[in-house]
């Protein structure tokens, strides 16, 4: 039996020349650690605002669990900045990346809204991390789109098959 696949039509994520400067930049491997630290740090931190949430303890080492994951947030998102324009020619809003961009500022906005808070004391403890759990899920959905981005441009370097036979 022959299964007919027809050829995929969707555009690749990068040009060739664009994954040559992707390749070749340090700003690759600096997002490429930053990114996984920051996840980890995502990681434990969130169990220590669930943690104050459910028990009402922890809440300093929950805070400066925060302070870190924001710093790392900010850090990466210069960093990846810097990325883009040396792969694309700018700063944010390359095509390739534009959505992933957008959503990037809705969770700088969630993150700095909660320093903000912190710092003028205009939420207590409890709406504190709640909005740290809210500026947490908006990361989650962000990593979640250049995770795909990622599977993406693996995908683009596979051999296309014109049919696969059965």
Not at 46 to 67: K, N, Q, W
Not at 99 to 117: C, K, N, T
Not at 135 to 152: C, D, E, H, M
Request: zero cysteines; hydrophobic letters at 55%.
């Amino acid at each position: 039996m022959t299964y007919s696949f027809a050829k995929s039509t969707r555009k690749t994520l990068y040009t060739p020349e664009q994954r040559i400067r992707r390749d070749a930049t340090k700003w690759t491997l600096v997002q490429g650690i930053l990114a996984p630290l920051q996840f980890l740090v995502f990681a434990i931190s969130l169990l220590l605002v669930l943690r104050f949430l459910a028990t009402g303890h922890g809440y300093d080492v929950a805070t400066l669990s925060i302070l870190i994951k924001s710093l790392l947030l900010f850090t990466i998102m210069v960093t990846g900045a810097i990325w883009e324009k040396v792969v694309f020619g700018q700063y944010l809003f390359a095509p390739a990346f534009f959505w992933e961009d957008v959503f990037s500022f809705a969770v700088i906005a969630l993150h700095g809204l909660y320093l903000w808070a912190l710092w003028s004391q205009a939420l207590a403890a409890t709406e504190l991390m709640l909005l740290a759990l809210a500026a947490y899920t908006a990361y989650v959905i962000n990593a979640g789109q250049f995770l795909w981005k990622l599977r993406r441009a693996r995908l683009d370097l596979a051999p296309r098959s014109e049919g696969v036979t059965a």
